[in-house]
């Protein structure tokens, strides 16, 4: 069955850029998002369409795709950026939705 | 403003149905292109996309839980309804609806959800 894999954990300190990937076999046709979610609330779009941000959400947040891989970058992440982030795409029929296993992100 | 709210039983017990109530404001599930997904989370563990329907009625299922799952919609109500048939301890998980939104190209249409409902956590316990 398709899958999405995405590293357990990211962690950076203040100010630096954080890079969190998500690599499946169908990406090259199909469009990636990217959902963050703090712990005890439900899940937030950062990033829809491969590259587009959602109004309300700090330009630091930038999405980009190049064959199998996906990628959300924080450009100078804060503390209040913790959390998980999941990506989340279709699989080449576009039948089967699904989430990558998620990618918690420290910032200290 | 868009909003969902899931509501349910707290506690079911073993071999049950679930039945799941998705309750949507500010759109309306009979417009062209609007659906509404539910995705679950068990807890510590990632999210999984259970199922979708949209305004044409068309209905899809995750492969895995496929035979287990159905969903429908009350666009009188504003409402879409999830059950789950004889549930599991591993069935335990925080239930979520989401609003699909659709973007077009010349290659074909994309699905992906952008509004959430805050959730509702179900426990399957004897």
Redesign the interface.
Known sequence: SYELTQPPSVSVSPGQTARITCSGDALPKKYAYWYHQRSGQAPVLFIYDDTERPSGIPERFSGSSSGTVATLTIDGAQVEDEGDYYCYSTDNSGVEWLFGGGTKLTVL | QVTLKESGPVLVKPTETLTLTCSVSGFSLSNAEMGV?W?RQPPGK????LA?IFSTDEK?Y??SLRNRLFISRDTSKSQVVLSMTNVDPVDTATY?CARI?T?MTPG????????????TVVTVSS
Not at chain 2, 46 to 49: E, F, H, P, R, Y
Not at chain 2, 108 to 119: A, E, L, P, Q, S
């Open positions: 997904s995705i990632a999210l999984q996309w979708h899809s995750t492969k979520y939104s973007t074909g249409f994309y699905y992906y959800m952008d509004v959430w409902g805050r959730g």
